[in-house]
């Protein structure tokens, strides 16, 4: 089993270091390219697209989906899917708003939504590994849990008035504002954790093939739980970052999310199958898929045309990984 994420097989001392650098990031490379290309075009033919302000909306508006990415990444790495993480964040986000406007201190608006995205993904973790519920259907079930509690609690009420402070989405340090940092330091530090700790090869082991994963003395069921865990944890931090970002929280579950987040895992380059992926690759998708929309609007086209797009990107993905797969065997 090779990854991007794990240590590179030993490869002959003929080969240049393009090629073993290609070999194993190629699908960030190639994103990566195509940022570049899409900034330098749209750039071109309408300099606005460079603007601060356009630049602060596509990477620090969307740092949020990228952080939760991270932990998708990891969950469809395992083997399992979250179609819930949408809903999840929307009701963590009213739950921080809540906390902020009725006088508790910052420290807890942002830290009990961390715990409670910890908690209720261990649940559904729980669910999958031990009563051996497939994760489709447990997150199908937790996605209209929590849709539908929040809307009848909330009535999609717009939360306000929160205290200045709680708002860490805003701040800036030397110009870039705060979570760009969160996004690019999570990504890092998970791609290191994943290439060279034993549970994230783990994490490999166990979507590439839970048999052999097992008879080589994994743990399945707690990495399981775990991996679910740790997805609550980034759902968390995502929720801090979206309901940080604007003076206002709508109490309402933000439309398409869960599939704009699973999708950056997907186009990354985390295999649909499990088992290879890296959370460098859905970091740079979830940025990449805003700079689409952003352009679509410069170059006057019709922004719905983003989700045909985006069909299309998967749709290719995952026959170029079907295809890869059929080489190996």
Not at 199 to 227: L, M, Q
């Amino acid at each position: 089993m090779s990854n991007a994420d794990m240590p590179a097989p030993r490869v002959s001392a003929s080969r240049s270091p393009l090629t073993r650098l290609t070999d194993a990031y190629g699908q960030e490379l190639v994103i990566l390219a195509a940022l570049i290309v899409l900034f330098v075009g749209v750039g071109l033919y309408n300099p606005r697209f460079l603007s601060s302000n356009n630049l602060n909306t596509i990477f620090a508006g969307n740092a949020y989906i990228a952080v939760a990415a991270i932990g998708m990444a990891l969950v469809i790495m395992s083997g399992h899917i979250d179609v819930s993480v949408g809903s999840l964040i929307g009701v963590l986000a009213t739950v921080a708003g809540t906390l902020a406007v009725k006088g508790y201190p910052i420290w807890v608006a942002w830290l009990v939504p961390v715990i409670l995205g910890v908690l209720v993904n261990s649940i559904v973790g729980v669910l999958v590994a031990y009563a051996n519920i497939p994760s489709i259907v447990v997150t199908l079930g937790m996605l209209s849990i929590l849709k539908g509690g929040l809307i009848s609690v909330t009535s999609g009420e717009w939360i306000t008035n929160m205290p200045s402070e709680f708002f860490i989405a805003q701040w800036r340090w030397f110009g870039v504002p705060t979570s760009v940092y969160f996004m690019v330091i999570l990504t890092l530090l998970m791609a290191f954790w994943m290439r060279y700790s034993t549970f994230g090869r783990a994490i490999y082991a166990i979507g590439g093939n839970s048999e052999a994963a097992r008879t080589a003395g994994i743990p399945i069921k707690p990495a399981t739980v775990a991996v679910f865990a740790i997805h609550g944890f980034f759902a968390g931090i995502a929720t801090l970052l979206f309901a940080t970002q604007l003076q206002v929280i709508q109490s309402t579950v933000p439309p398409n999310l869960e599939l704009t987040v699973i999708t950056a895992a997907v186009i990354g380059g985390v295999s649909i199958l499990g088992g290879t992926g890296t959370v460098i690759g859905s970091t740079l998708a979830a940025i990449f898929f805003a700079a689409i929309g952003s352009a679509l609007i410069f170059v006057n086209v019709q922004a719905y045309w983003l989700r045909a797009v985006l069909g299309i990107l998967i749709l290719v993905t995952v026959l170029a990984d079907m295809a890869r797969r059929r080489r190996m065997t």
